[in-house]
């Protein structure tokens, strides 16, 4: 609430309750209670209050000190001399505690009094009245109240103004601290002075410098603790007077300091470095102190003086040794006692059993009881007082107490337990460097429980490894460990005891504290019990620890392990298989490790853990890889050269090389032997970790010499080489004579800018007793030609022979001095250099290159080496060039030896002339053109020198590619220094290197193409002994080829071992091999078991030709598994196995057995092929088979579905060839054939399955065939359209095409249809756009890839199409509508004298045609006689009333519109008058002529005209039936059927006398004409079907008419002029009865089949 935070306090972070006056803070109070009192009345004021007063701001501390001036801390002398520091008192004003001027503190005071006096003296009325107040009121004093508050923010916002140190702010330094230069075992502090509010908080962080940047030393940049490391650092703090005292400064300590402070506000940090400088030779430990500045304390100045100081102390195990020193401390004040600590190796000791203290006042004196070589180590003693602290150290031995047995080993030490949980604790030790004559065999651990005084052994055999799992512990309980060491000799004495721990784990043990060990039983206690939940998997499982001994396994538990504890089950396997083995099979783990005991070493496991609890046993974890089990922490190499060097009478110092690789090292072990003795003495029992320790204990005047080993867990290493012998004497005055090395010379500038210069220097000529370390620079001066003082440029060394000497002057002079250091210390300065300018290089052209070598010297070549300039220029360099002169010729004489510059720092220089001296330089350049050359090199002659060698290239018998270098000059101190490319491989990843005597190998581990270079050899420390080999790619795989050959000499084979199977199911296993001599043997073996000659084994092995056998009669299921065949031939060997499991082995059993079978088959008849088909290019389906081993009585029956087929041909087995043919087959084809061969040998069988799928790929292969024949896609124009087609030899109704067009299939419609006609499959397009352009496709289905016809229409074909098709379409309709005589005139009619003629017959045309009658080719004229009547623009009738011979002759009929004219013609032949028979009949003699002749009118009943009509679903012009067709598939078609007879009219058979019963007289044939829309086009075109569908009749080059069905009316007309003429007199018609169609063709199958009918009613008449 806002109410509850004074607004002041929320606006301003810088004063709280404790800064502002009572009256105020009454005041405040006041204003808020009003605040409340009316917030219900005025919201919107309230709120608007708040608005304006709210802000979030955290209380804090704040500062009352307020910063007009900066202050000072320091406490001056009359002389402005520091003597001091001031401690300041803070004090505040009135005013600034009030926070107010005094006139608005007035009025805040009379604004509160009213308030107050309102709120507490106001009676109940005026309460009342005053809740009843007026909104104006309100909104005044609520306007008051946000007056006040705004006067007082600005009030404070003035005084932050005025006062800001008073506020918060960041740190500041006051005083950065100082850097300091000190010697070594010299102390030093730090001061520094911090201001700021809150009051920072500081942190002392040191960094080590390098050349050009920062990297951090142990501390990792974090703060630096006092007590990491107790005695060297102490931090004090006192009134914002920070410091940082370093005791006992050694060379490490050269750093740059940083302090840093921080608040809530920011963070400052400011930066001092300390140099610790070291003496040429050991310092002397009794070097005086440094003086610290005098420190004010209760005002007293402590000085502390340490005299009779203890020495370099020699003890043996179990023995008590005291030392101390006397203390004088002044002034001596009884009640301030100084602090006194001890500690062995800067570790503080504090009191117990082994160690006791004593002060008495004026001497501090350590006791240590029972020795033990864990008590060897620097002891030192610190005296701390208020004023600061003085210390003394000196080395204690300890040595081996004497032996129970002559030639035991020492003791073990330092035994510790490095792991601890509830199931094993895991010990650890260190080797003695005592081995009593004979290595060491193993340890044994001894355990005993707290407690109890039983010691029980952990191990049954010596184990090497120093570490060890103890398991078998009791969970909860405290154990403490011993070790002894084993040799041959006996057993040591037991190593001091570990510190007690408890076997639980570690959360266990932090949950209970840092408690006293304790034993004793565990309470278990009984909670609810709840539903058990199946732990889920382990989770990071991994091997943490591996030794030939045991594994340690870790693990974490699992996600999901419900709510009791869990508990583990360990599994094993050997790698490789699958069978898993519990480990812990009775108690299951407590905790997520384990070790595992009594592994096979060699062998590769896999583990894997699972998760246990009341509710069961869960899934186990994911396997570790395979871990083979072996000591994977290797011991370490034999430590390098060792160089003893002089320090005092009866002490040496011994340096060392470290050993290289060596992983986990706890340290190393000197050993000294008189010269000439060979009898070694331990100089040190307690391994020490750097590469230089102080041999004491030596005789005056005595030589020795000195070796090393190094140690870890694994073992110890070989000793070193001895060193040189020493004799030891005091190094001041007699040290060795060149032990440090010469000075460096030939000091150049590489680079130079404003405000540093790169020098170059070359290494000295003689490096001394070791190898140069580094390299110290110094630089003076020079002002005027008068050198000034020398500075150092670097603390630490530097390794190179280039260094940026930075924090120049510019345009300065300078002179450079370089000394090197080695072992032995610091050499002697170098002369000055040349005067330098320090001013920057501005050309752009690179700087010279530096550090030329000359390596590889023969009589025609060299190798010179550089290294790249410092200065590059404007651009960086992109090559060099070399140059070479004659040692004697004139400057002129430098030519080039490259014309091309080369991009790498080494070139080997050949063609030089035997004998002759050179010199070289190197000149860089880039973009910019070619920079300044480099200094020349010394000279060079150019000569082999006498034992040069080559790098020689060797194989050994394992394979082992190594390039091998022989020095036949080396010194004691000669290294081969191998490379690639010119670049040192110090620790080469892929190879490794060795050197024994005067030869040095380096050999390839996995030698690949990375592995290609060149490898040169240096030897130091002789006359330029060096060689080079080139490894290229060919060279390379022939190394491989050799390699191989000699690591795996093996027996070549011609062939692998393989089965073969042999007649009556033998199988055969065999190899050849390509050569054997007569030693050569073979072992064979199954499921690695030898197996030997015997009733199941055949065996067989032909030395000559190297073929080795094995026969077996057959297979069973227990010769499942691995056939080897093991060759050995002298040293060669070679192995060849066939695995024969699962489904391989299942399947050549089968086939063995098949085989047996087959045997048996094949001695009666049988088939040779079995049955198959095959399809004939006419599309018949042949079922063949081949058969053999056949006689005269031998049988063949064929069967389809269990029922024999009669074959028609006679069986012939000659050919062995059995064949049955069916031609156009279809779905009734389908079913299971069968060939059955017998006779009194037996029988054999073949059976073809021709159903479902089988009889589906049969007729794919029908359909690929019919596919394959069919004909190109072709083109045709009808009358409706455009017609694509093609020809297949054969069409199958199974058969499936799809048509695409434009590659896409066609969907179907009226306009666009597919069908087959005959062996002809077409595509109609009816009215063709011009969408329909594009390519067409018929793609025929065959199971498979199918087959595709293609065709384009486009372009000109499609415009010829498209004319044709539109000549065609005119056509049809002229011959649709054109004027014709459809039908009903005779040929010839022969008629009595005065009878009545009467003819009608059909006309059509479109428009209706003119009819003209004619008679004998004249026009006629319709009258009396001759009655000429054309009706309802179809029927045309004739009629003659009265015939008489003047009519006789050929009358015709021609028909006339706009499509053309067609005539009909008969002829009239008129006879004598025969009687009147009052009718006119139809008799039909011999010759098929009809005679019409009268006879009495009867009355007959016609019957009903039957009129043929389309069935359903058939095309009424093709008369095909179409059946219904999905889409894009062309459907099986039926063929057409038989029209329906034409209409036929029964006649009375009583009025044709000579007429059979039951005969019909034909009478006129007068129909109905067809439709327009119901005639074809073309008598060539076929009627499109429906969508879907196809027609089945072939097409026609004929129309077909369209037979028609005549109305009632019509028919009536018909019978009555039956009737009419049969009131006739006799009438003989002859000739070909015409057509009664609506159509003159007459040639379509329905009309044709009309016409028989007529003929034939016309003979029954």
């Known amino acids: 609430m806002s109410g509850s935070i004074p607004f002041y306090q929320k606006h301003h972070r810088h004063y709280d309750r404790g800064y502002r006056s009572r009256e105020t803070e009454s005041a405040i109070s006041q204003y808020q209670q009003s605040s409340s009192t009316y917030s219900s009345h005025g919201s919107k004021s309230s709120k608007g209050i708040r608005a304006a007063t709210y802000t979030a701001l955290d209380e804090s501390g704040l500062s009352p000190l307020p910063k007009r001036a900066k202050p000072t801390y320091l406490a001056m002398d009359k002389e402005n001399q520091i003597i001091g520091y001031v401690v300041p008192i803070f004090r505040g004003s009135r005013e600034f505690e009030s926070g107010l001027s005094d006139a608005e503190e007035a009025r805040a005071k009379e604004s509160a009094g009213y308030l107050a006096r309102r709120d507490l003296f106001a009676s109940g009325v005026e309460s009342e009245r005053i809740e009843h107040k007026s909104r104006r009121t309100v ?141 040429k030779g050991e310092v002397d430990e009794s070097l005086p102190s440094p003086r610290l500045p005098p420190c004010l304390e209760y005002g007293v100045t402590f000085e502390t003086h340490i005299v009779e100081k203890f020495g370099v102390s020699f003890g043996r195990e179990s023995e008590t040794l005291s030392f101390g020193c006397s203390v004088i401390i002044y002034p001596s004040l009884q009640r301030f006692q100084p602090e006194i600590e001890w500690y062995r190796d800067d570790k503080l000791l504090v009191p117990s059993k082994w160690v006791q203290m004593h002060w008495s006042g004026d001497r501090a004196t350590l006791t240590l009881s029972h020795l033990n070589k864990e008590d060897e180590g620097l002891y030192t003693l610190r005296v701390i007082t208020k004023s600061g602290f003085e210390s003394h150290s000196a080395y204690v031995f300890v040595k081996d107490s004497d032996a129970e047995v002559a030639g035991a080993p020492g003791a073990p030490l330092d035994v510790h337990s490095l792991d601890a949980n509830k199931d094993y604790v895991i010990v650890s030790w260190k080797q003695p460097a005592v081995d009593g004559g004979s290595p060491i065999l193993g340890y044994f651990v001894d355990r005993c429980e707290v407690g109890t005084s039983h010691w029980a052994q952990c191990n049954d055999t010596p184990v090497k490894f120093a570490r060890f799992p103890v398991t078998g512990l009791v969970e909860g309980r405290s154990y403490v460990f011993r070790v002894r060491a084993v040799n041959k000799a006996g057993m040591s004495h037991p190593s001091r005891v570990s510190e007690p721990v408890a076997a639980m784990d570690p959360a266990d043990r932090a949950r209970k504290g840092p408690s006293a060990p304790w034993t004793g039983q565990i309470i278990v206690t009984e909670e609810e019990p709840v539903e058990g939940v199946v732990p889920g998997r382990p989770r990071d499982l991994s091997v943490i620890e591996a030794t030939k001994n045991y594994v340690v396994l870790s693990w974490k538990p699992p996600g999901d392990k419900g709510h009791e504890g869990v508990m583990y089950y360990v599994e094993k396997c050997v790698s490789g298989t699958d069978s898993w083995q519990r480990v812990n099979t009775e108690i299951p783990v407590k905790s997520p490790r384990f070790a595992l005991f009594d592994l096979a070493e060699g062998k590769c496991y896999r583990f894997r853990v699972r998760c246990c609890n009341s509710a069961g046993v869960g899934e186990p974890s994911e396997p570790t890889e395979a871990t083979t089990v072996g000591d994977k922490l290797d011991i370490p190499s034999a430590p390098g050269r060792v160089v003893p060097t002089r320090n005092t009478d009866t002490s040496v110092v011994v340096s060392w090389e470290a050993s290289r690789d060596a992983k986990e090292l706890v340290g190393y072990y000197i050993e000294s032997s008189i010269a000439g003795s060979n009898a070694w003495e331990p100089c040190n029992n307690k391994p020490v970790k750097g590469t230089r320790f102080i041999c004491h204990g030596l005789t005056t005047d005595e030589s020795y010499v000195f070796r090393v080993r190094a140690v870890n867990a694994a073992g110890i290493s070989e000793f070193s080489q001895e060193s040189e012998a020493i004799t030891v004497k005091a190094a001041i005055g007699g040290g060795i004579l060149h032990a440090s090395p010469t000075p460096p010379y030939g000091i150049t500038v590489l680079e130079c800018v404003r405000d540093a210069m790169v020098l170059a220097w070359k290494q000295p000529t003689f490096i001394g007793g070791a190898d140069i370390t580094g390299y110290f620079v110094d630089y003076r001066e020079v002002i005027g030609g008068v050198p000034g003082k020398w500075h150092e440029a670097n603390i630490k060394s530097v390794s190179e022979r280039a260094y940026r000497v930075s924090e120049l002057k510019e345009n300065m002079l300078y002179q450079f001095q370089v000394r090197a250091a080695n072992m032995a210390g610091v050499g002697i300065p170098s002369l000055p250099s040349e005067t330098f300018k320090c001013e920057e290089w501005t050309i752009a052209v690179p700087g010279p290159p530096h550090d030329l070598q000359v390596q590889e010297v023969r009589k025609d070549s060299v190798v010179l080496l550089w290294k790249a300039p410092v200065y590059q220029g404007r651009d960086p360099v992109n090559g060099y060039y070399i140059d070479i002169k004659e040692a004697e010729a004139a400057f002129e004489m430098w030519r080039g030896v490259n014309e091309k510059a080369t991009d790498k720092t080494f070139m080997k220089i050949k063609d030089l002339k035997e004998g002759e001296s050179y010199v070289f330089r190197v000149r860089a350049q880039n973009k910019a053109g070619v920079g300044k050359a480099s200094d020349p090199t010394e000279t060079v002659k150019a000569v082999t020198k006498p034992g040069t060698a080559e790098i020689v290239v060797n194989v050994d018998d394992d394979g082992v590619i190594s390039l091998n270098f022989e020095c036949s000059n080396l010194t004691a101190d000669s290294k081969f220094v191998w490379s690639k490319n010119y670049e040192e491989m110090s620790e080469p990843e892929r190879m490794t290197l060795e050197t024994k005597g005067n030869k040095s190998k380096a050999s390839f581990k996995t030698p690949s193409e990375e592995d290609l270079g060149i490898y040169s050899c240096f030897v130091t420390h002789t006359d330029g002994a060096s060689a080079s080999y080139t490894l290229s790619e060919e060279t390379l795989k022939d190394l491989l080829k050799i390699s191989h050959d000699h690591k795996f000499p093996i027996i070549p084979l011609k062939t692998e071992l393989a089965v073969q199977l042999l007649e009556k199911g033998r199988v055969r296993f065999w190899l050849q091999a390509e050569k054997m001599s007569a030693n050569g043997k073979v072992e064979y073996v199954f499921n690695d078991n030898v197996i030997h000659q015997g009733e199941k084994y055949k065996m067989n092995f032909d030395k000559n030709t190297g073929v080795v056998e094995m026969f077996m009669e057959s297979l069973s299921k227990d010769d499942e598994g691995t056939f080897t065949f093991q060759l050995q031939d002298g040293k060669a060997t070679n192995q060849s196995s066939l695995v024969l499991i699962g489904d391989v082995f299942k399947q050549l059993q089968k086939e063995s057995e098949f085989q047996k079978k087959e045997w048996i088959r094949k001695q009666g008849p049988h088939f040779v092929e079995y049955l198959g088909y095959e399809v004939t290019p006419e599309c018949c389906v042949r079922l063949k088979c081949k058969v053999a081993n056949m006689k005269k009585d031998s049988v063949a029956l064929w069967y389809k579905d269990g029922r024999e087929i009669k074959v028609n041909e006679k069986l012939d087995f000659s050919e062995g060839v059995l064949t049955l043919e069916i031609a156009q087959i279809s779905k009734k084809d389908a079913g299971v054939y069968e060939v059955v061969l017998k006779d009194d040998r037996g029988k054999d069988t073949s059976t073809l399955n021709l159903t479902d799928q089988g009889f589906k790929d049969l007729m794919n292969q029908v359909f690929s065939v019919i596919a394959n024949s069919s004909t190109p896609l072709k083109i045709q124009s009808t009358e409706e359209g455009i017609r694509l087609y093609t020809f297949v030899s054969y069409y199958n109704d199974e058969l499936h095409v799809t048509w695409h067009h434009k590659d896409a299939a066609i969907a179907f419609t009226e306009r666009i249809k597919s069908g087959v006609v005959g062996e002809q499959l077409w595509l109609q397009i009816s009215e063709p756009t011009e969408k329909d352009k594009g390519k067409y496709a018929i793609e025929f289905f065959d199971g498979k890839g199918g087959l595709r016809r293609t065709v384009e229409l486009a372009g000109q074909a499609f415009d010829d199409a498209y004319a044709e098709f539109q000549r065609l379409k005119a056509a049809a309709i002229a011959e649709r509508n054109r004027a014709r005589v459809a039908g009903g005139l005779p040929d010839v009619v022969t008629i009595q004298e005065g009878k009545c003629l009467n003819l009608t017959c059909n006309i059509w045309g479109d428009p209706v045609p003119e009819v003209t009658w004619l008679k004998n080719e004249r026009e006629m004229v319709s009258n009396d006689h001759y009655i000429l009547k054309f009706e309802s623009g179809k029927f045309a009738s004739f009629t003659i009333t009265s015939v008489n011979t003047a009519d006789s002759g050929k009358y015709s009929i021609l028909v006339k519109n706009k499509y053309g004219t067609e005539s009909g013609d008969f002829t009239l032949n008129v006879i004598d008058n025969m009687g009147d028979f009052g009718v006119v009949s139809y008799l039909a003699d011999a010759d098929g002529n009809v005679i019409v002749g009268p006879s009495t009118p009867r009355s007959t009943t016609p019957s009903t005209r039957s009129v043929p009509t389309t069935p359903a679903n058939t095309d009424p012009q093709t008369n095909t039936r179409a059946t219904p067709n999905p889409e894009n598939q062309t459907p099986r078609t039926e063929r057409s059927s038989t029209p329906t007879p034409p209409p036929q009219i029964p006649l009375n058979p009583s009025l044709v006398s000579p007429n059979p019963e039951n005969q019909t007289l034909s009478t006129e044939r007068s129909s109905t004409p067809t439709p327009p829309s119901q005639i074809p086009l073309n008598p060539s075109s076929v009627s499109p079907t429906p969508q879907n569908q196809t027609p089945d009749t072939p097409a026609s080059n004929t129309s077909t008419p369209q037979p028609f069905s005549p109305t009632a009316a019509e028919e009536e007309e018909v019978t009555d002029s039956v009737k009419l003429a049969l009131e006739t007199e006799l009438v003989r018609v002859s000739g070909p009865e015409p057509t009664t169609s609506s159509e003159p063709d007459l040639s379509t199958p329905a009309l044709q089949t009309e016409n028989h009918g007529n003929a034939r009613e016309k003979k029954e008449d």
Request: aromatic fraction near 12%; proline fraction near 4%; include cysteine.
């Open 139 to 279: 909104v005044r004093e609520s306007a008051e109240r946000i007056s006040l508050s705004k006067r007082i923010h600005e009030n404070e916002e003035y005084h932050k103004r005025l006062n800001e140190d008073s506020l918060m702010h960041t740190p500041e330094f006051v005083i950065k601290p100082r850097s300091h230069t000190v010697w070594e075992k010299q102390c030093v502090r730090l001061h520094c002075t911090i201001s700021g509010w809150p009051e920072p908080r500081r942190v002392w962080i040191c960094m080590w410098i390098e050349i050009s940047f920062f990297s951090f030393r142990y501390k990792n940049n974090v703060s630096i603790d006092p007590m990491s490391k107790p005695g060297k650092y102490k931090v004090e703090s006192s009134y914002s007077v920070h410091s940082l005292e370093i005791n006992k400064c050694d060379f490490d300590d050269t750093a740059q300091y940083r302090v840093s402070a921080m608040n809530s506000k920011g963070e400052a940090s400011a930066f001092a470095s300390v140099v610790v400088k070291r003496f």
